[in-house]
């Protein structure tokens, strides 16, 4: 298996960046991934969604997925917007 692409998460995931994040996953669409959240300072709903979408992607087509280095922040508002990180990796939210 090839080593897992890196995407390096800015410091600011807000509506601004959503996109350029989606644009990020598509390019390396295909191909195992590792999100290094180590910078992330605030995470946004937007970003948070493309996230999602990515994980569960990933996971529909059986590529890997891996977060790594998640910054306190990251985690905190992962909770704060309800998830947590194993929810996030797998794409899935369950009642």
Not at 13 to 26: G, H, I, K, R, Y
Not at 58 to 65: D, I, P, Q
């Amino acid at each position: 298996m090839p080593a897992p692409r890196v995407i390096e998460l800015p410091e600011y995931l807000d509506m601004p960046v959503a996109a350029q994040l989606a644009e990020a996953f598509l390019k390396l669409a295909g191909a195992p991934v590792a999100v290094d959240a180590s910078k992330v300072s605030r995470l946004g709903a937007s970003c948070l969604q493309v996230l999602l979408a990515a994980a569960r992607s990933w996971k529909v087509e059986g590529h890997a997925l891996t977060l790594s280095n998640a910054s306190a922040r990251f985690l905190e508002d992962l909770n704060l917007l309800g998830l947590e990180p194993d929810t996030f990796l797998t794409g899935v939210i369950a009642p």
